[in-house]
């Protein structure tokens, strides 16, 4: 079956670094996507992976292990405008279409 | 705005109503989707059209009809609803079916927040 897992919900505070990680389970495997997503607005692409390794863009960075079926994205000097959900998406499965995780609630405090 | 517009932002429909959810793209691609978003659920995938052709439906309940008129149009047609459809409905649309890629990765509308009552 088709399995994407990540926290629901994670707490930081403005400023510091935070880590979101994402485990998969697909039957195929095309690249591994995050979005962003605020309250009420659509989901935006923030990175792509399909090779191992990291993936840096300004504050925001991918890292991938496909071996390990693993994902995480690392967002540092946080800001207030970062409160939003992340959502890990898996281009897998015999279609090629994404197959998304429940996403995670993230939360930046003062 | 990302490119692809989704109307109405706000729907709430009675069990017995028909309404239709539309979506719009001038992005040049020719994939679209329709997703379901419910609260602590995955993105649904409900229907997916490639060159204005039904690609795939995910074994979604006949009262959700999608209509495809042209690469640039996507329709969803609501009838007699339960109130579990309530839920948060996105459009998508990406270079072609399946090309997901940093340079083909999906484009996403703002919603369709529907409630049935």
């Known amino acids: 079956g088709q399995n994407i897992d990540q926290p629901t919900e994670m707490t930081a505070t403005e400023g510091a670094i935070v880590q979101i990680n994402c485990t998969y389970q697909t039957s195929g495997f095309n690249g591994l996507f995050w979005y962003q997503q605020h309250a009420g607005e659509a989901p935006t692409f923030l990175s792509y992976n399909v090779l191992d390794g990291l993936e840096e863009k300004g504050r925001f960075s991918s890292f991938l292990s496909r071996s390990k079926g693993y994902s995480y994205l690392l967002l540092k000097e946080l800001q207030m405008k970062d409160s939003a959900s992340y959502l890990c998406?898996?281009?897998?499965?015999?279609?090629?279409?994404?197959?998304f995780g429940k996403g995670t609630k993230l939360s930046v405090k003062p | 705005e990302t490119g692809v517009t989704q109307t109405p932002r706000h729907l709430v429909m009675g069990m017995t109503n028909k309404k239709s959810l539309k979506c719009e793209q001038h992005l040049g691609h020719n994939a679209m989707y329709w997703y379901k978003q419910s609260a602590k659920k995955p993105l649904e995938l409900m229907f997916v059209y490639n060159f204005k052709e039904q690609t795939e439906n995910n074994s979604v309940p006949s009262r959700f009809s999608p209509e495809c008129p042209n690469s640039s149009h996507l329709f969803l047609h609501l009838h007699t609803l339960q109130p579990e459809d309530s839920a948060l409905y996105l459009c998508?649309?990406?270079?072609?079916?399946?090309?997901?890629?940093?340079?083909?990765?999906?484009?996403f509308g703002s919603g369709t927040r529907l409630t049935v009552v």
């Open positions: 998406a898996v281009n897998g499965g015999s279609q090629g279409n994404l197959i």
């Open positions: 998508a649309s990406s270079q072609d079916r399946g090309r997901a890629t940093a340079n083909y990765g999906y484009t």
